[in-house]
T-cell receptor, first 112, second 114 residues
Framework: KQEVTQIPAALSVPEGENLVLNCSFT??????LQWFRQDPGKGLTSLLL?????REQTSGRLNASLDKSSGRSTLYIAASQPGDSATYLC???????????FGGGTRVLVKP | SAVISQKPSRDICQRGTSLTIQCQVD?????MFWYRQQPGQSLTLIAT?????????ESGFVIDKFPISRPNLTFSTLTVSNMSPEDSSIYLC???????????FGPGTRLTVL
């Protein structure tokens, strides 16, 4: 059974620092990995999707890496801003269009 | 990006009653998923809903408690039956719109059971 872990559970940084969020999964037989952002009381916004054959994906200040063999992904957010404060979730799937298995999330606070 | 809407956005219900949550997608989706997010927790899959067949439930979730309908490729409903305070959660639907691999989520339905 796939298990996804995110460490740390919470993170507080001053504005301008780079954020590093970690995600690990126990079964390397994944199809893709997705990073989401969730604001309090809201739904999920997809940030980045990495296919199992890819090593990284970039969008603006966000960069996500994937090491499938070791079961790890890292989300980097450069030059953090207070607006980046949210919970970040990673999730993996075994096949195209299939269900997601989520990590517990990392709650991020960026202090002005 | 996909547009997935849910109704209601929130509700406060009495113990023992039932609530039906609607999920509408702006384009056809083969599989739709229903998740539950309990307070302070991550998302847990309740069931996968395919058109024309019964939903597939995850361990710990049963059809009598969470009946699901999927009448067409753009719409699904989840009913939370005989509610108790333990059912207080955010319920979210999702799907892979347009054949892409990205899974999009609705805004969620925040349910409080008194």
């Amino acid at each position: 059974k796939q298990e996804v872990t995110q460490i740390p559970a919470a993170l507080s940084v001053p504005e301008g620092e780079n954020l590093v969020l970690n995600c690990s999964f126990t079964d390397s037989a994944i199809y893709n990995l997705q990073w989401f952002r969730q604001d309090p009381g809201k739904g999920l916004t997809s940030l980045l999707l990495i296919q199992s054959s890819q090593r990284e994906q970039t969008s603006g200040r966000l960069n996500a890496s994937l090491d499938k063999s070791s079961g790890r992904s890292t989300l980097y957010i450069a030059a953090s801003q207070p607006g980046d404060s949210a919970t970040y979730l990673c999730a993996v799937t075994r096949a195209a269009g299939n269900k997601l298995t989520f990590g517990g999330g990392t709650r991020v606070l960026v202090k002005p | 990006s996909a547009v997935i809407s849910q109704k209601p956005s929130r509700d406060i219900c009495q113990r023992g009653t039932s609530l039906t949550i609607q999920c509408q997608v702006d384009s056809q989706v083969t599989m739709m998923f229903w998740y539950r997010q309990q307070p302070g927790q991550s998302l847990t899959l309740i069931a996968t809903a395919n058109q024309g067949s019964e939903a597939t439930y995850e361990s710990g979730f049963v059809i009598d408690k969470f009946p699901i309908s999927r009448p067409n490729l753009t719409f699904s409903t989840l009913t939370v039956s005989n509610m108790s305070p333990e059912d207080s959660s955010i319920y979210l639907c999702s799907g892979n719109r347009g054949g892409t691999d990205t899974q999009y989520f609705g805004p969620g339905t925040r349910l409080t059971v008194l």
